[in-house]
């Protein structure tokens, strides 16, 4: 079951912040975060476990609210690097198994 | 350093020419698997292996044959390529899961004509 990401794509000054949504119909285990600069790899980001849980990584925070089935991705005061296309994979309970979402892709402008 | 290579990076061939590609990791993973990303769709598990002689099917499995006789490499084969194969191609690698933190290779862009 893949979840929805919302928006698909998002196009933000340098500074301002945005947040990206990762939806799910069915209960979540753990949601994971990645990044994908264009024409690169993937890079991880951080992985939240079931509990509400908060992390960091720079400027760039995420929560896992569990009764909702979805996770939130925070950029706070975007920098250019921050571009890029962002995918969470969603680990539903008793599955142990990721599936992707189709992504949002971020463009940050001077 | 650590990484996942993959080759070849770009790839262009035609319907039904058999075709291989490679991927290794140095880092002694345990799991790894394969994805393709096509626009909208996001990243599709292709194959998966947990162990060396371990693979499994991913979401979407039809066309594609893995092997996994090392722990290191991990080739994805299309024996018989056709169009709607035409995709980005990602490899990954993790210590014991796709729960864990994946570690993705370069990428390789098949066309098939």
């Known amino acids: 079951q893949q979840p929805v990401q919302s928006p698909q794509a998002v196009i933000l000054r340098e500074g301002e912040d945005a947040v990206i949504n990762c939806s799910s119909s069915?209960?979540?285990?753990?949601v994971h975060w990645y990044r994908q600069k264009h024409g690169e790899a993937p890079v991880f980001l951080m992985i939240?476990?079931?509990?509400?849980e908060q992390k960091g990584h720079e400027k760039i925070s995420a929560s896992f609210n569990e009764k909702k089935q979805q996770s939130s991705l925070y950029l706070t005061a975007s920098q250019l690097s921050y571009s890029g296309t962002y995918f969470c994979?969603?680990?539903?309970?008793?599955?142990?198994?990721?599936?992707f979402g189709q992504g949002t892709r971020l463009t940050i402008n001077p | 350093e650590a990484q996942v290579t993959q080759n070849p990076r770009y790839l262009i061939t035609v319907t039904g020419k058999k075709l291989t590609v490679t991927c290794s990791q140095n880092?002694?993973?345990?799991?790894m698997s394969w994805y393709r990303q096509d626009p909208g769709l996001g990243l599709r598990q292709i194959y998966y292996?947990?162990?060396?002689?371990?693979?499994d099917k991913g979401d979407v499995p039809e066309g594609y044959k893995v092997s996994r006789k090392e722990k290191r490499n991990f080739p994805l084969i299309l024996e018989s390529p056709s169009p709607n194969q035409t995709s980005l191609y990602f490899c990954?690698?993790?210590?014991?899961?796709?729960?864990?933190?994946?570690?993705f290779g370069p990428g390789t862009r098949l066309t098939v004509l």
């Open positions: 990954a690698s993790s210590l014991f899961g796709d729960q864990d933190e994946q570690f």
């Open positions: 069915k209960a979540l285990y753990s």
């Open positions: 939240l476990l079931k509990g509400g």
């Open positions: 994979g969603t680990e539903i309970q008793g599955a142990q198994k990721l599936v």
């Open positions: 880092m002694n993973h345990e799991y």
């Open positions: 292996s947990m162990n060396v002689e371990v693979t």
